[in-house]
């Protein structure tokens, strides 16, 4: 009979526990959602407000500013001109150039007064003055207006150099002595241009012999070969 009354008590408990009514969940529970304003972190709510500024209308302007003037509104006008005046006509070497040679002297007479033209002219003058003087100086007057300065080291280098082209074209009787003269100065710029070209006319290269090349230019210009 107590097997009876205990079985039935605890299908009683069973059945109190299946059948219990579920219990109301609050909303104030941990569960709950908060809503987006209330999970804001505090800092947020800290910041300053921005304020907005109203926007312009289009008829209002804004305020012109005024520039200061500078110290170059005061300058005066530019002293250049507007246009460069470029000199027409000749030099004033040409003229005198012309000058000369419209002399009535004799060509050696011309000649030197070309040489002192040449010395107080501008370097780009020197082609045209040396040109022109070079067609006064004939074969047997060489040696008398060129020879000095041609052998001279301290020529102008542009003047030595029209003036040795030159040499070259005259005949051997003219240029082989003088090239034999320049060839004995160490320190004339053509020097080594005199000895290679000695060299090749008397077919021999004598160093620094002196004596043999004198006597090896005097049988070449014996044998007018």
């Given at each position: 009979?107590?097997?009876?009354?205990?079985?039935v008590?605890?299908?009683?408990?069973?059945?109190?526990?299946?059948?219990?009514?579920?219990?109301?969940?609050?909303?104030?529970?941990?569960?709950?959602?908060?809503?987006?304003?209330?999970?804001?972190?505090?800092?947020?709510?800290?910041?300053?407000?921005?304020?907005?500024?109203?926007?312009?209308?289009a008829?209002?302007?804004?305020?012109?500013?005024?520039?200061?003037?500078?110290?170059?509104?005061?300058?005066?006008?530019?002293?250049?001109?507007?246009?460069?005046?470029?000199?027409?006509?000749?030099?004033?070497?040409?003229?005198?150039?012309?000058?000369?040679?419209?002399?009535?002297?004799?060509?050696?007479?011309?000649?030197?007064?070309?040489?002192?033209?040449?010395?107080?002219?501008?370097?780009?003058?020197?082609?045209?003055?040396?040109?022109?003087?070079?067609?006064?100086?004939?074969?047997?007057?060489?040696?008398?207006?060129?020879?000095?300065?041609?052998?001279?080291?301290?020529?102008?280098?542009r003047?030595?150099?029209?003036?040795?082209?030159?040499?070259?074209?005259?005949?051997?009787?003219?240029?082989?002595?003088?090239?034999?003269?320049i060839?004995?100065?160490?320190?004339?710029?053509?020097?080594?241009?005199?000895?290679?070209?000695?060299?090749?006319?008397?077919?021999?290269?004598?160093?620094?012999?002196?004596?043999?090349?004198?006597?090896a230019?005097?049988?070449?210009?014996?044998?007018?070969?």
């Amino acid at each position: 009979m107590a097997a009876v009354v205990i079985a039935v008590i605890v299908l009683g408990l069973i059945g109190y526990w299946i059948f219990k009514p579920a219990t109301p969940v609050r909303e104030d529970s941990a569960h709950s959602v908060a809503s987006p304003s209330e999970a804001a972190p505090a800092i947020f709510a800290s910041q300053p407000a921005v304020t907005e500024i109203p926007p312009t209308s289009a008829s209002e302007k804004p305020a012109s500013v005024e520039l200061p003037v500078g110290r170059f509104a005061e300058m005066p006008d530019s002293p250049w001109p507007s246009k460069l005046k470029l000199e027409t006509g000749k030099l004033p070497w040409e003229t005198q150039l012309d000058e000369i040679l419209a002399k009535d002297l004799a060509e050696s007479a011309k000649v030197r007064e070309l040489f002192v033209l040449l010395a107080k002219s501008p370097p780009d003058a020197a082609d045209r003055i040396i040109d022109e003087l070079l067609r006064l100086v004939p074969d047997r007057d060489y040696q008398a207006e060129i020879v000095p300065r041609l052998i001279n080291p301290q020529t102008n280098g542009r003047v030595l150099s029209l003036l040795f082209a030159d040499l070259m074209d005259r005949p051997e009787s003219v240029h082989l002595p003088v090239l034999l003269a320049i060839a004995r100065l160490s320190d004339h710029p053509f020097s080594d241009p005199a000895r290679e070209n000695l060299q090749h006319a008397v077919g021999h290269d004598y160093e620094g012999d002196w004596v043999s090349w004198d006597a090896a230019v005097r049988r070449r210009l014996a044998s007018g070969s």
